[in-house]
């Protein structure tokens, strides 16, 4: 040991000896306040009987067990539980329907239900009872509604306001219907629902106009969602529903807070007066407030100067607003809505104030907002056929009014009927925002326990039903799509799929040495958002990112390119859906990186790899930027395919191109294969081929690409072969189909 080494040493063992000693002295003191707490005894009955209970408790053996069962039962404890089972349920509940297809909502309102009364507090009333006893709903509740109020916020953010002025005209129109006809449906349902189901001290007034705007309401942040999902973002019907649900939640917001007033208010004058002020404090927040964050997101738009000052100033701005709404009676919801929709519209300053705010409210604090839904849920309410009667009715009534009524518009404004029930079967999502306006109806005494169980699962139906109806229109118009994608059968069809936005743009560059100007061929380049989970801001934002690299690329080799964006919770299985779908001759793809495994091969790539019908190419990445010279190793299951894909590099590239048979078999100069190749090009001196040869790495630093099938590259994984350490870059193969076959030369030649 060094110098350092004993110094600290004897410090330590100095401090311990210290403390020890401090210890020791100061039992005196203890003995000290004995002798006082004695005299109190001697004047005390009761005081002794006390001091002598304290003894005693004191003298209680220690054990863990004591320890655990008393610090479980705080509520710092009771509420780090609670955070912890709805966190990792709704995570695992949201990762499992994402898995078929559905909004991650869903799973997470469904575990906020399975943990309240309708499933554990009926399969075991004691642990429901541990995890949420009485005394921890208060904290449930306000942490909750903090997570909604910053949730609102970003949803006020998210909405373009923009986009709105564009499309307002025919947006309009679709928007009301698809809020008239349910809140009329809802209004007249009501009429049947008073009697049985509205709270005793619930007017008719109240409880009609809720049960309404109830029915009105469209999920826009979910509905925008499974639009980046479906890759509907860049279509007409797609842009039109995306404009139509902005337009509906904010009228639909503005409606709510004015039935919160009228009903708090009273009277037709306290109305009168209260919309009056809303209106006066909605003014100030467009007309004075949003100038001036306009201001601050002009000088404020990067990560890097962007100070806690602003970011404290966007707090005080939304608190406040929630504030002053709550003030006004018409909830701090609406009040973080409209603080979020005066940010200016400068997307990089919404983009910080989103990454800083969205993770915290979605990940952590909305799990406690679907817990505390769940505890109102009681399912076991609806304990008759009636009352699940009238739950069928009310979902009907909600059916019929949005999607009735926004299909409908669709089609008179001049859509087709597939864009109009696809807008109405979107527009009829409802999902979270459904749930904060039932909530809200429950804390002002609108709806009884039994109406809000029926609304809850009204809202879970139409947004679970979203999905397949969405799938089941695109299926019966399958034909029109059969159609268009056999009139464009005969090309070279190229689809990139890449990640991180550099490599789109290698793989490009990569691809263009594969085609020239005598062959019809498309390429389409596509990027995976790998979560549903973002707003239409940031899929924006990612989209642009990913695809500026290769889009520039794309402009200077004067190649014409088609892009394709969409969010997706399985990777996987959207690579081989779309590549199915596109038609694609081969699908080029760079090696993933995988958490379990280091294999090349592993993870994501080799799914797509097994499942996906058409021919592949996983490209490793060594610093490519050109290609000269090529090295080709062929097997005999692959031989016709190499010299396929060699015949098109050799118009391509300025060096010479290496065919090497791999098996050291007769697929060497003796082939047929080869023979004929070589007779095809017999006046190019920069093809050599050989039989095999061993491979060092002198010999491969001389290629930029060397071009393997797949089974090869298994055997070099396996044996750990240089090959796959060397310097040039790997495009490894495999092929599906005969589209590169040098024997049969299917690849369309432009006429």
């Not at 469904?110 to 075991?124: F, K, N, Q, T, V």
């Not at 109405?424 to 804390?443: F, H």
């Not at 490009?508 to 596509?526: C, E, G, H, P, R």
């Not at 005999?636 to 048979?661: C, E, R």
């Amino acid at each position: 040991m060094n110098r350092n080494s004993y110094l600290y040493i004897l410090i330590f063992i100095a401090f311990i000896i210290s403390i020890v000693l401090i210890i020791d002295n100061g039992k005196v003191l203890e003995k000290n306040r004995a002798n006082k707490i004695s005299v109190v005894v001697a004047n005390s009955t009761s005081t002794q009987e006390t001091v002598i209970s304290a003894k005693e408790s004191d003298k209680t053996p220690f054990s863990i067990k004591k320890l655990f069962s008393k610090n479980v039962k705080t509520p710092i404890s009771t509420l780090i539980i609670q955070i912890l089972i709805l966190i990792a349920l709704s995570r695992v509940l949201g990762i499992i329907f994402g898995k078929i297809g559905q909004p991650i909502v869903i799973g997470e309102i469904l575990a906020g239900i399975m943990l309240g009364p309708s499933l554990l507090g009926s399969i075991s009333p004691e642990a429901y009872q541990f995890l949420f006893p009485a005394s921890s709903l208060g904290y449930l509740q306000i942490l909750s509604q903090i997570g909604l109020i910053l949730f609102m916020f970003v949803v006020g953010m998210e909405l373009d306001i923009n986009i709105l002025r564009k499309k307002l005209d025919s947006a309009f129109v679709i928007s009301y219907s698809g809020i008239i006809f349910p809140y009329f449906l809802g209004v007249s349902l009501s009429f049947f629902l008073f009697e049985t189901f509205a709270p005793a001290h619930t007017t008719f007034m109240a409880f009609a106009l809720f049960i309404g705007i109830a029915l009105s309401i469209t999920a826009f942040p979910v509905l925008a969602r499974i639009i980046h999902e479906r890759g509907l973002s860049k279509t007409n019907v797609g842009r039109m529903a995306i404009t139509c649900a902005a337009t509906d939640d904010v009228s639909a917001w503005i409606i709510l807070a004015i039935i919160i007033a009228i009903i708090q208010a009273g009277t037709i004058f306290h109305a009168i007066l209260i919309v009056a002020l809303v209106a006066l404090y909605i003014s100030t927040m467009l007309f004075v407030v949003q100038p001036l964050f306009k201001r601050i997101g002009n000088i404020y738009f990067t990560a890097e100067n962007i100070s806690r000052t602003v970011i404290a100033v966007v707090m005080l701005h939304l608190f406040f607003s929630a504030f002053v709404a709550e003030m006004l009676g018409i909830h701090t919801l609406f009040g973080a809505f409209i603080a979020g929709i005066v940010i200016p519209s400068n997307q990089k300053f919404k983009r910080i104030l989103t990454d800083k705010i969205e993770d915290i409210s979605i990940t952590l604090l909305l799990p406690l907002f679907f817990a505390f839904t769940g505890l109102r849920t009681e399912i076991g309410l609806l304990n008759s056929g009636s009352l699940w009667m009238v739950c069928g009715f009310v979902i009907l009534f909600a059916i019929m009014g949005k999607l009735g009524g926004v299909s409908i518009a669709s089609r008179i404004l001049g859509f087709s009927w597939k864009d109009s029930v696809t807008m109405g079967v979107l527009m009829n999502t409802r999902g979270l925002m459904e749930l904060i306006a039932l909530n809200i109806g429950y804390d002002l005494g609108i709806l009884s326990p039994e109406i809000f169980t029926i609304m809850v699962i009204m809202a879970l139906v139409t947004t679970f039903m979203t999905g397949p109806l969405l799938t089941l229109i695109n299926f019966l118009s399958r034909k029109k799509l059969l159609a268009s994608a056999i009139s464009g059968a005969g090309k070279l069809k190229i689809l990139i799929s890449f990640g991180p936005a550099k490599m789109g743009a290698t793989l490009l560059n990569l691809t263009k040495y594969f085609v020239n100007s005598n062959i019809d061929y498309q390429i389409t380049a596509m990027h995976l958002t790998p979560k549903t989970e973002v707003s239409s801001t940031e899929a924006s934002n990612f989209e642009k990112i990913s695809f500026a690299p290769i889009n520039a690329l794309a402009k200077k080799m004067e190649i014409d390119i088609e892009n394709l964006y969409k969010t997706t919770n399985d990777v996987a299985k959207e690579i081989i859906r779309i590549s199915k779908d596109e038609k694609a001759s081969i699908l080029l793809i760079g090696a993933a990186k995988s958490v379990f495994t280091t294999n090349i091969l592993g993870g994501k790539v080799r799914a797509v790899v097994d499942k996906v019908k058409c021919n592949t190419g996983v490209f490793i990445d060594k610093s490519f930027s050109k290609l000269d010279n090529i090295l080709i190793i062929a097997e005999k299951k692959n031989v016709s395919q190499m010299l396929s894909m060699a015949d098109l590099l050799l118009n391509n590239i300025p060096g010479k191109i290496m065919l090497i048979d791999s098996d050291n078999s007769q697929l060497g100069i003796k082939s047929e294969l080869f023979d004929s190749f070589l007779a095809d090009h017999a006046e190019n001196d920069r093809i050599e081929i050989l039989n095999y040869v061993k491979l060092d790495m002198d010999t491969l630093a001389q290629f930029d690409l060397i071009m393997l099938g797949l089974r090869y590259c298994e055997t070099a994984l396996k044996e750990k072969s240089l090959l796959l350490d060397s310097k040039p870059s790997l495009l490894i193969l495999n092929f599906n189909d005969d589209t590169f076959n040098y024997v049969s030369q299917p690849i369309i030649e432009k006429e």
